[in-house]
T-cell receptor, first 116, second 113 residues
Framework: AQTVTQSQPEMSVQEAETVTLSCTYDTSESDYYLFWYKQPPSRQMILVIRQEAYKQQNATENRFSVNFQKAAKSFSLKISDSQLGDAAMYFCAYPAVRGSNYKLTFGKGTLLTVNP | DTAVSQTPKYLVTQMGNDKSIKCEQNLGHDTMYWYKQDSKKFLKIMFSYNNKELIINETVPNRFSPKSPDKAHLNLHINSLELGDSAVYFC????????????FGPGTRLTVT
């Protein structure tokens, strides 16, 4: 079974500090993508960052970066210099293979609170 | 310009009614999706369409019927609404089936009373 696991239902961080959200996944594929999505209270799903499995370099988007450990099937999201606007539910996602089709499978999410 | 739009954003209706949610994307994408997000925030795919063709139909009751008049539109019609259908429904699109990066609409909060 291809699954995505986020083991931290909730996390909190002080403004300007750094926080890391964990995600592990299960796959038999060798080439794939991984995503982090953010869902603020407005409920809009926003793509934060993506990682291509064949790239050894960790993806970075401004204050957001990932720690991708392919062998361990781990894909954590690091948010540096946290801001109040980062408060949201964060979802890790993996496009699981189903026959010749792909469907985006989401973890259960981590609710991030940013304290002023 | 809104890339993926949904109407309505809120929908309150009674059990047994039939309702539709509309979705449109102006990204020129070939593939569109419907997701359901339950009260625990769990997101699960319901359907995907590629160039108006149904690709994925998860184990969704047949009261749910997607319709794609063209590749920019994917509507969701729900018959005989039940209390358990209350959720947020998201439409999304991607460039094609192999481009996994998906762009989401703002969601429709459906409440069945």
């Amino acid at each position: 079974a291809q699954t995505v696991t986020q083991s931290q239902p909730e996390m909190s961080v002080q403004e300007a500090e750094t926080v890391t959200l964990s995600c592990t996944y299960d796959t038999s594929e060798s080439d794939y993508y991984l995503f982090w999505y953010k869902q603020p209270p407005s409920r809009q799903m926003i793509l934060v960052i993506r990682q291509e499995a064949y790239k050894q370099q960790n993806a970075t988007e401004n204050r957001f970066s990932v720690n991708f450990q392919k062998a361990a099937k781990s894909f954590s999201l690091k948010i540096s210099d946290s801001q109040l606007g980062d408060a949201a539910m964060y979802f890790c996602a993996y496009p699981a293979v189903r026959g010749s089709n792909y469907k985006l499978t989401f973890g259960k999410g981590t609710l991030l609170t940013v304290n002023p | 310009d809104t890339a993926v739009s949904q109407t309505p954003k809120y929908l309150v209706t009674q059990m047994g009614n039939d309702k539709s949610i509309k979705c449109e994307q102006n990204l020129g994408h070939d593939t569109m999706y419907w997701y359901k997000q339950d009260s625990k925030k769990f997101l699960k795919i319901m359907f995907s369409y590629n160039n108006k063709e149904l690709i994925i139909n998860e184990t969704v009751p047949n009261r749910f019927s997607p319709k794609s008049p063209d590749k920019a539109h994917l509507n969701l019609h729900i018959n005989s609404l039940e209390l358990g259908d209350s959720a947020v429904y998201f439409c999304a699109s991607s460039q094609d089936l192999r481009h996994y990066e998906q762009y989401f609409g703002p969601g429709t909060r459906l409440t069945v009373t």
